[in-house]
C-alpha cells in the first residue's frame, strides 16, 4: 500500500501541468484515436473510469505491450504494474479517486 502510494502519487503529480494544452499530438494520438475513436471518447472513458471506482482508488490510462493504450481503475493505492490487478500496461497518465478529495461538498454522490 505505501509502495504503490508512492508510485502513484508520484506519477499524478510530474505528469500535471498548469498548461491547458487542450490538444495530442504524435503517438499518443493515434494511440487513443485507435483505441477510442476521439479525444472527446477517450474523456468519457476515464471520467467513466473513476466515477464508479467504489470507494478509493485510481483511474488510469495505460500503454500496453505494441503500443495500445487503455483505460482503467483499480482499487486503494493499487497499479496496474501490481501483480493481479485486473488491468496491465504501464501507466502514463492517473487520477487520484479518494474519498478525502470530494467527500465534505459531494458524499458519495458520483456522476
Known amino acids: ?45 476515464f471520467s467513466k473510469a473513476a466515477a464508479t471506482q467504489f470507494g478509493s482508488g485510481w483511474a488510469w490510462l495505460c500503454v500496453l505491450p505494441g503500443g495500445k493504450v487503455e483505460v482503467c481503475s483499480t482499487p486503494n493505492q493499487d497499479n496496474p504494474l501490481m501483480p493481479g490487478v485486473t488491468c496491465g500496461g504501464t501507466p502514463i497518465l492517473g487520477l487520484d479517486v479518494w474519498e478525502h478529495a470530494y467527500y465534505l461538498n459531494y458524499q458519495n454522490r458520483r456522476p
Open 1 to 45: 500500500n505505501n509502495g504503490g502510494g508512492y508510485y502513484n502519487h508520484s506519477l499524478f503529480w510530474t505528469v500535471l501541468s498548469p498548461e491547458d494544452r487542450g490538444y495530442l499530438s504524435g503517438e499518443l494520438k493515434d494511440a487513443i484515436e485507435a483505441a477510442f475513436g476521439s479525444k472527446d471518447a477517450f474523456i468519457d472513458a
